[in-house]
């Protein structure tokens, strides 16, 4: 299959075959992420896409799971992307799910019927990073999204019958908006009722350019965030995972029932001294 790279999915489509069916993401402007920082956005030629699903029936037919990339599948043109899927279902008999990314404004170009439809053909979860509920920092990260149209855009999906795995950043506001960023994204999360909750950490490397004034969090202050902002979610039906490389623990949970246990795990990794004041303690390589 033509793979471009570079070519990412999200952790939990390891075991996904993966098609691309455009390169790049289409707003790319995000200060806080490089992911596609050197390409060009471009969506495929119809028929090369509908070649590879070919080439890919003929090796992998028992596929259930696939993940159309790249960095906002969404954002196709309805037709395009039901085409897409009719073809997928046609190819791959025991197919059960497609994924994609997604972004709050690429949902909410899609009518309630025609997310309907796109459900009935097995798309099944969409990635969305809402990164934080304060739109003040969501302006100066260029994120080109508001949390308000975010918030409508998971609650339509999740009402359609799609999943939504919702995507925050620790450490995106700095030191000094560590406190807003929390309470606010608790908040908007709290309206959204995301299925799936993952919690990520920005930590600024060289190369990356923040807003003025930005200055990155301590490993100490990214994990008193996360304690903050789990304290002020009331999510009623919500699997939570801070498993990332990028954190300095791993967590993970259901919503409200291992509430009182994140908090109390992460009250005591506070209080034991053991984690950096100064920098962002130990990082993964690729950072």
Request: proline share 5%.
């Amino acid at each position: 299959m033509n793979y471009k790279e570079p070519l990412f999915r999200p952790p939990a489509e390891a075991e996904s075959l993966i098609f691309q069916v455009a390169y790049g993401c289409p707003h790319n402007c995000c200060r806080f992420c490089g992911m596609y920082k050197y390409s060009r956005y471009e969506e495929r030629e119809y028929d090369e896409v509908l070649g590879d699903f070919k080439k890919g029936a003929r090796k992998y037919l028992e596929t259930q799971r696939i993940f159309l990339a790249d960095g906002d599948a969404m954002i196709l043109p309805f037709e395009k992307l039901k085409n897409y899927l009719l073809k997928l279902n046609e190819l791959f008999p025991k197919l059960t799910r497609v994924n994609v990314y997604a972004n709050g404004s690429s949902i909410l170009a899609k009518t309630r019927e025609q997310l309907c439809e796109l459900r009935r053909l097995k798309l099944h979860t969409l990635y969305l990073g809402l990164e934080t509920g304060d739109e003040e920092l969501l302006k100066l990260v260029n994120k080109g999204e508001t949390a308000e149209k975010m918030v409508d855009a998971v609650r339509i999906s999740q009402e359609c019958g799609l999943r939504c795995s919702v995507m925050v950043l620790l450490g995106l506001g700095g030191k000094n908006g560590s406190e807003k960023h929390a309470l606010e994204t608790a908040a908007v999360l709290n309206k959204m009722q995301p299925r799936l909750l993952s919690a990520l950490r920005f930590v600024e490397v060289p190369g990356s350019k923040m807003f003025t004034g930005y200055e990155t969090v301590s490993e100490y202050g990214a994990v008193c965030e996360l304690r903050k902002m789990i304290e002020h979610l009331e999510l009623a039906k919500t699997v939570f995972r801070a498993n990332h490389a990028s954190n300095p623990v791993p967590l993970e949970g259901r919503f409200p029932n291992d509430k009182s246990n994140l908090i109390s795990g992460l009250d005591k990794l506070i209080s034991s001294g053991g984690l950096n004041r100064k920098g962002p303690g130990q990082l993964p390589f690729w950072l």
